[in-house]
Each structure stands twice: as structure tokens, then as C-alpha cells.
């Protein structure tokens, strides 16, 4: 019973050490390391985006689900970068994956996104974000629909929408 004991607890010593490490994709508190056309110190990034939108794009957070403004949009338009306007995702591709977060199966251009290997928590994941800033969006998943069967999981706080029709948000 003892050595069982031992052998739980060292296992799960293993577990959080390992969760714990750092690697060398590890993104705490800065965007995906890069070469971005958009560039800001963190000062600068805290004085344009909301505490929210910080905390998810220059820190990799996650917003609740179901508690972003884009999630339910059911509106044409295009979904554009928080953080610098990019046009990342049209509404075309914008899908219902009952997650809770806007989900798309294609960016609106190969140079929109940029996928970077997230290994937080425990666990290997592809992180999206934005080609020109390097802000996070969120991440993407083999379990979307056809035809690319890709699901873009994205927070709705890195995302500014402008209807068809409309002017394009400045920032």
C-alpha cells in the first residue's frame, strides 16, 4: 500500500513538474515571439487595448465562453484584429461549434494567421495569431467542418467586426 502511495505521488510530482515547465514555445506575458509589422511595448498595447483584450492578446489568456460580443454574430461582414485591423475572418466561413467562442474554418487569407505550438497546461495545441501584430486570437483544432475540417476557435476580445457595407473601424 505504501510503495503504491509513493508511486501516486511521484507520478503526479511528474505531472505538475511537467505542466509547470516552460518550453521554449512557452508565450507568458508577450505576444508570439516574431517579426511583426506591428509593433508596440506593452505600455503602448495596455493604452489601446481594453485590460480583457491584453490579458487574452499580449498574455495568451482566454475569455469566458459565451461571454464575447462575437460569438452568437450571425451578421455578413469580416472580423478584423483587435489589436491592428487586420482582416482575419469573413463571416462566410464562420461556423456554430457550440463552444461558445466565434469559430471559423479558414482564415480570410493564408498571411492572416500565423499558428505557433502552445504547450500550456499540460497539453500540445496550435495557437492562432494575428500575422501583422502577433496578438493571440485563440487556437485552432482538427474538428472542424468540411471542406478544410479546421476549427479556428477565436476570442471574441481579439476581434473587431464591420458589417457589409460599413466603414472599417480606425484604430
Not at 505504501?2 to 509547470?20: D, H, I, N, P, Q
Not at 490579458?55 to 469580416?78: L, P, Y
Not at 461558445?100 to 500540445?124: C, L, N, Q, R
Request: hydrophobic fraction near 30%; proline fraction near 4%; glycine fraction near 8%.
Amino acid at each position: 500500500m505504501k510503495r503504491l502511495l509513493f508511486l501516486t505521488y511521484a507520478v503526479s510530482l511528474m505531472v505538475v513538474g511537467a505542466c509547470a515547465q516552460k518550453s521554449k514555445y512557452s508565450t507568458t506575458n508577450s505576444a508570439v515571439e516574431g517579426k511583426f509589422q506591428v509593433v508596440k511595448t506593452n505600455q503602448e498595447w495596455k493604452k489601446v487595448l481594453s485590460p480583457l483584450a491584453y490579458h487574452v492578446m499580449r498574455e495568451q489568456g482566454t475569455e469566458r465562453a459565451f461571454s464575447g460580443k462575437h460569438w452568437n454574430n450571425k451578421k455578413k461582414g469580416t472580423y478584423t484584429c483587435a489589436a491592428c485591423n487586420t482582416p482575419l475572418f469573413s463571416s462566410d466561413t464562420k461556423f456554430e461549434s457550440g463552444t461558445g467562442w466565434p469559430s471559423y474554418w479558414k482564415p480570410i487569407s493564408k498571411k492572416a494567421v500565423g499558428i505557433t505550438k502552445d504547450y500550456s497546461y499540460g497539453m500540445v495545441r496550435e495557437e492562432v495569431h494575428c500575422n501583422q501584430c502577433g496578438g493571440h486570437l485563440g487556437h485552432v483544432f482538427p474538428d472542424g467542418p468540411e471542406p478544410t475540417r479546421l476549427r479556428y476557435c477565436i476570442n471574441s476580445v481579439s476581434l473587431n467586426f464591420t458589417e457589409k457595407g460599413q466603414k472599417k473601424e480606425k484604430k
